[in-house]
């Protein structure tokens, strides 16, 4: 008798522990914090059985710091870049943060988010004030301004490189290069190509991407098929998708079928693949905590086959 529960209580564990173990490389998955009037929506994507590792605010400011989510602070523009390096001193020093994001699409217009940069005041804060951040006691590792995905970013990314060399012989180190894209994935995966051929040694980070204004359907299909695409891509470190929102939170440019949340803040079948579905336990739909209860199911039947077992012996 005993020997058929222990036997049961090992199955049980080891079903447990396989359930548990990731089959896909989620851990590179984050998250965009665009802020929210529903600040309740992200338990789900903070939540203990969340894939998400990591996000971002576009601000030095840590939206999310009760979660176990990784964050990256930013550094939006020039201007902020001042006030923005003593916080980021004082997070580095308590051990909260490891990298930085440099510049938000300096090449765009600040009516789109954009920070609107030419190369050249950008590559002089960068060296001035940002860049002495990598070194010690702060150790902290620093992007590459993450430009729009288009010909004109490619345009500053080079602009700003010479820049960076004019003003001094080695340039401006970077640790890592922070990346947008909008559109299908044939493009997503192109510009990629372009980033990686330019920057071989630095790993790339896809901060923002998403389909803009396409039928549900074939959004879904884009997402399904960019994020295999970036779990296996190994210059891909990190990657975020621009939807984690409700639908009505979406702005004019993505329109709403790139939104991780309905209107009532439950899980659209995006949402759900986002957060590893069926793999993890999330499900079109949910809202709240969300995700698996398994592993506390499969603990409590261990529990009760243990005792089962004692009161038998
Ligand atoms: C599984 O996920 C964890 C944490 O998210 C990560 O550290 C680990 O590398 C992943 N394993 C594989 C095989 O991707
Ligand atoms: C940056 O500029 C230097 C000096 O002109 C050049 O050698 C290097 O290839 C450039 N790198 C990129 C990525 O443009
Ligand atoms: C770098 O310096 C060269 C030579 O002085 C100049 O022609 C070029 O325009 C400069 N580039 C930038 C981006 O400032
Ligand atoms: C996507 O949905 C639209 C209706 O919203 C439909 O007309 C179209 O055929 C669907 N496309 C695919 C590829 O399923
Ligand atoms: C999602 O992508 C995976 C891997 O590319 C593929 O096997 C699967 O069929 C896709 N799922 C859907 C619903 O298209
Ligand atoms: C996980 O990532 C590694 C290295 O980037 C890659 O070789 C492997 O194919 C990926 N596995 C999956 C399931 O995507
Ligand atoms: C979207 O466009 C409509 C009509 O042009 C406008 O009224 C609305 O304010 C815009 N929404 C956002 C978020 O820009
Ligand atoms: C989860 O599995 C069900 C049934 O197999 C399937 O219909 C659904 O599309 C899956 N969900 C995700 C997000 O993969």
Request: aromatic letters at 12%; proline letters at 6%; one cysteine or more.
């Amino acid at each position: 008798m005993l020997t058929i529960f222990w036997t049961l209580s090992y199955i049980l564990l080891v079903v447990r522990f396989s359930i548990a173990e990731n089959s896909t490389n989620l851990s590179k998955r984050g998250l965009v914090y665009i802020g929210t009037s529903h600040p309740s929506d992200y338990q789900l994507f903070t939540s203990r059985s969340s894939p998400l590792t990591w996000y971002y605010t576009f601000a030095t400011w840590p939206a999310l710091s009760h979660s176990s989510l990784d964050f990256a602070p930013m550094i939006h523009g020039t201007l902020d870049a001042a006030d923005a390096v003593p916080s980021i001193k004082s997070m580095a020093s308590s051990g909260g943060i490891t990298h930085v994001l440099v510049y938000n699409e300096p090449d765009g217009s600040t009516e789109s988010g954009g920070s609107n940069l030419t190369p050249d005041d950008a590559a002089r804060t960068y060296l001035d004030t940002i860049a002495p951040l990598r070194d010690a006691p702060y150790n902290l590792k620093m992007s590459l301004p993450s430009t729009t995905g288009s010909p004109n970013g490619l345009n500053w990314l080079r602009e700003f490189n010479s820049s960076c060399h004019n003003i001094t012989s080695g340039g401006c180190p970077s640790d890592f290069l922070a990346a947008h894209w909008y559109g299908g994935f044939p493009g997503l995966a192109s510009w990629l190509g372009t980033l990686h051929q330019l920057y071989p040694t630095l790993p790339i980070w896809l901060t923002e991407f998403a389909l803009p204004a396409f039928p549900e359907n074939i959004t879904y299909d884009f997402v399904n098929q960019t994020i295999s695409y970036l779990d296996q891509l190994d210059y891909v470190e990190r990657y975020s998708y621009f939807g984690t929102f409700r639908r009505e939170a979406a702005n004019n440019f993505t329109g709403p079928n790139v939104a991780m949340l309905d209107d009532s803040g439950s899980l659209t079948r995006i949402g759900a693949l986002y957060l590893g579905g069926n793999q993890t336990g999330f499900a079109v739909g949910m809202k709240g905590m969300g995700g698996r209860t398994e592993p506390v199911l499969s603990w409590l039947a261990l529990a009760v086959a243990v005792v089962t077992a004692i009161i038998l012996a």
